[in-house]
């Protein structure tokens, strides 16, 4: 039978991220302080895609916990998808599935560590679902926004899921971003211009201009500029994926662009604070519409 392929639970994926040249707006300064005790509690998410021989298999996974103390309790709800690129599975006769387990959890915290257990699961009812599932044990570790956890050498990354309420702004509307620096002689503007009409994505463009005392080969003048535009898409938790770009007509344009993922961090009704992987944060100020006179 096909369904004997498929293992319930893969490692994670390691997404690495190029890093790129946009620039720290402002520096995140730490006071010297005593650390707050790590935060465990809320929703996290894990999400990998893998194939195996002609399966496909997609796996999310949405981890919730509640803290008391040194304990830690919650729930893991588990989805698997299985897809056959060529003959039917035999549990159901079709070239797809989908199963979906709640498995209950508990555990002890030791400062930014913690063990848990798995003890009992309910799974939805469908022809494919085995007659049992093993229940594991974990080891973890929080680091910063990200969970890591292991079971048996497999390695997962879970993210915390942005906390949404119904009072929280919207993000949909027109947002700019702008710095300037001087580096070697050479003076550098971006201006960024975000179109968003969804809270699922948008569009934004990013004009570039140099300066300096000697012409640019490219120009032949002391100032040289070109335009960027991306499109990006925003998930459920918050996750900004650039998806396609474009460079704008010019000789002094870049030959290529680096698409990038980040976070949003903070939504408040004039300022969007986005977390790039690159390790870098970046501050969008909503531009107000002028009333018509």
Known sequence: ?????IRLLLPAAVIACSPTSRK??????QD????????????????HRSKKSDIEIDQSEKWTFETNSKKISGEIVRVVQATSLTVPFTCNGGLSYKLKATYKIRGTLEGKNLRLSEYSYKASPHPCEPDSRPMSSYEGRLEGSKLRVSRSGDVQ??????TTSNTSPSIKGT??????ETNGGVSRQEIETWSINSDTGGTYQRNVTLMRQQPFACSNANKKTWSESYAFSVSANGVVTETKSTIGIGNCAPSSLIL??????????STITILWDGGYTQVLNRIRQQPDS
Request: charged share 20%; no cysteine; net charge positive.
């Open 1 to 5: 039978m096909l369904i004997g392929l």
């Open 24 to 29: 720290i707006e402002k520096p995140i300064i």
């Open 32 to 47: 010297e302080q005593v650390e707050p005790p790590p935060d465990f509690s809320g929703n996290w998410t894990w999400s």
């Open 157 to 162: 990354t879970l993210t915390r899921a942005q």
């Open 175 to 180: 947002w700019q971003w702008r710095t300037k």
């Open 260 to 269: 990038q993922q980040g976070r949003i961090a903070q939504v408040t009704a």
